[in-house]
């Protein structure tokens, strides 16, 4: 069956950076994209890009161009998001989802989380 | 950006009650709309897509309705699973944008 697995939670400093993980199963990786999405504590979600999982490409918000990267390791069927220059803002649980095309909604289960706490 | 508007935030029912959450989006959105829930500590499970296409798996007492700017999800018969937090979410422009959620108590 399809499953998206996260890395564990984090705990970074402020100013540091953070890399979440997601490994894909059940599905052929490239032919997704991933988007990666974050809600804080108690609040709704928040859109922060996607990768194209077969060329790389990525499409980044608005609110985190320069701040956030996203890669893929075709190998082992990897996404990866990396925030910089973390706040205590950024504490959130990160999510992960795979859509079909640009333009689609979500499919199938979406990673289970990783909450990412910035604290100094 | 596309602003979504859920409302209400919150309703009381009860096993068994017939529940209506409505979704406004800001400008049209065809039929871009998809409809969550989330349970405490877990992630969204997808409920609509297309604003009224069911996801496989998903139990024929829930229904979706709209195009354009306005939608409602419908739970016909609450079940004791059912009590949750509901998400609409549109699709039809980046950035994709939720509304605020509407907890079903």
């Known amino acids: 069956q399809v499953q998206l697995i996260q890395s564990g939670a984090e705990v970074k400093k402020p100013g540091a950076s953070v890399e979440v993980s997601c490994k894909a199963s059940?599905?052929?990786?490239?032919?997704?994209?991933m988007h990666w999405l974050r809600q804080a504590p108690g609040q709704g979600f928040e859109w922060m890009g996607w990768?194209?999982?077969?060329?790389?490409?990525?499409n980044y918000g608005q609110k985190f161009q320069g701040r956030v990267t996203m890669t893929r390791d075709r190998s082992i069927s990897t996404a990866y998001m990396e925030l910089s220059g973390l706040t205590s803002d950024d504490t959130a649980v990160y999510y992960c989802?795979?859509?079909?095309?640009?333009?689609?909604?979500?499919?199938?289960?979406w990673g289970q989380g990783t909450l990412v706490t910035v604290s100094s | 950006d596309i602003q979504m508007t859920q409302s209400p935030s919150s309703l009381s029912a009860s096993v068994g009650d017939r529940v209506t959450i409505t979704c406004r989006a800001s400008?049209?959105?065809?039929?871009?709309l998809a409809w969550f829930q989330q349970t405490p500590g877990k992630a969204p499970k997808s409920l609509i897509y297309?604003?009224?296409s069911l996801q496989t798996g998903v139990p024929s007492n829930f229904s979706g309705s709209g195009s354009g700017t306005d939608f409602t999800l419908t739970i016909s018969g609450l079940q004791p699973e059912d009590f949750a937090i509901y998400y609409c979410q549109q699709y039809n422009s980046y950035p994709f944008t939720f509304g605020g959620g509407t907890k079903v108590e």
């Open positions: 400008e049209p959105i065809a039929n871009y």
């Open positions: 297309a604003a009224s």
């Open positions: 989802a795979k859509t079909g095309d640009v333009y689609r909604p979500y499919e199938g289960p």
């Open positions: 059940g599905y052929t990786f490239s032919g997704y994209y």
């Open positions: 990768i194209d999982c077969k060329s790389g490409f990525t």
